[in-house]
């Protein structure tokens, strides 16, 4: 995993399982990969994945079985992209709309162009 700078590396440790879970590679109540296995692939230091759980288990998109490990919540999938929504609509768009008034580009043009087209 490449990180960048302008985010905590725990908080991209964090996206990267959420995107997982979007993905499909992790599902409602599936075990999560242990800290080590997390620490190890990624090439952190297991007090950072921690970290990252601790933050999954905050938001409520993983939850902790005492003695046997952390495990995806059976509601994780619509938690991720209701705060994936909301972090799009708060604080990416308001980016993208202020770009466009730069450039003056309206949404006409944008849905000229055939590769913004859905």
Same mark, same amino acid.
């Given at each position: 995993? =490449?990180?960048? $700078?302008? $985010?905590? /590396?725990? !908080?991209? /440790? &964090? =996206?990267? %399982? #959420?995107? @997982?879970? %979007? @993905?499909? &590679? !992790?599902?409602?109540? =599936?075990?999560m990969p242990s800290v080590r296995d997390v &620490? &190890? #692939?990624m090439g952190v230091n297991p007090n950072t994945v921690v970290r990252s759980f601790d933050y999954l288990q905050q938001e409520e998109i993983i939850y902790q079985r005492r003695g046997v490990g952390y495990f995806v919540s059976p509601d994780a999938k619509e938690r991720i992209l209701a705060e994936q929504r909301r972090e799009f609509l708060e604080e990416e768009l308001p980016l993208i709309r202020q770009k466009m008034q730069v450039l003056g580009i309206d949404l006409k043009e944008i849905m000229k162009n055939e590769e913004c087209r859905m």
């Open positions: 995993m =490449d990180f960048r $700078k302008q $985010k905590p /590396i725990y !908080l991209q /440790i &964090a =996206d990267h %399982l #959420s995107e @997982q879970v %979007l @993905q499909g &590679a !992790l599902t409602p109540d =599936d075990r &620490a &190890a #692939s």
